[in-house]
């Protein structure tokens, strides 16, 4: 699979890029969506379904993925749910011209997406939800990584003070076994 990319200068390989993957089975509205993407400093992925899109989110971090929910071999709410499982941080948006309530209600329920929105969709809306929902997954994922931190530093400090008590005994120790010798001395 070849998803159309687009980058922000040649800078793919950024860690902290965020990245926004559209999935729909129509050219033309892939198209539309990363025109209006493109002045947001963001890499922006495509697939034409969810086998694609599947492929694409188990190879690299996906900040945002926008899905179609009627597409051809997988529908947007089953897409989104297994992104959920493999790719919890994943912020996940339902994009469709549809109503299908039942779907819809379902991944809400069940936490799959973050937001259902129509099509046609109003530019500076979608647009404003994209940028919200970037904020929130850099939130998850510095929130993720000052945990791991914290927890890092918490075993480094807990290692240290073991290795300072062991130290005080000793020197204890020491200074225990001196004063015997100069009493020792001095009788």
Request: charged share 25%.
């Amino acid at each position: 699979m070849n998803p159309h990319e687009m980058d922000k200068g040649d800078s793919l390989l950024e860690t902290n890029a965020d990245v926004i993957l559209i999935v729909d089975d129509e050219e033309g509205i892939r198209k539309s969506l990363r025109r209006l993407l493109a002045p947001l400093n963001v890499t922006v992925l495509d697939a034409p379904g969810g086998a694609e899109a599947m492929g694409v989110v188990k190879t690299r971090p996906i900040s945002l993925i926008i899905s179609d929910q009627r597409m051809p071999g997988m529908t947007g709410v089953e897409l989104l749910q297994q992104v959920r499982d493999i790719a919890p941080d994943t912020v996940r948006i339902l994009l469709t011209g549809y109503a299908d309530i039942d779907a819809t209600i379902g991944a809400i329920n069940n936490g799959s997406i973050r937001y259902y929105l129509n099509k046609p969709w109003d530019d500076e809306f979608l647009l404003s939800r994209i940028t919200e929902s970037l904020e929130v997954h850099r939130a998850v994922v510095e929130n993720r990584r000052l945990t791991e931190l914290t927890g890092r530093q918490n075993q480094q400090l807990a290692e240290m003070n073991r290795t300072l008590e062991k130290r005080v005994q000793e020197q204890t120790q020491q200074i225990r076994h001196q004063h015997q010798e100069v009493l020792t001395s001095f009788m």
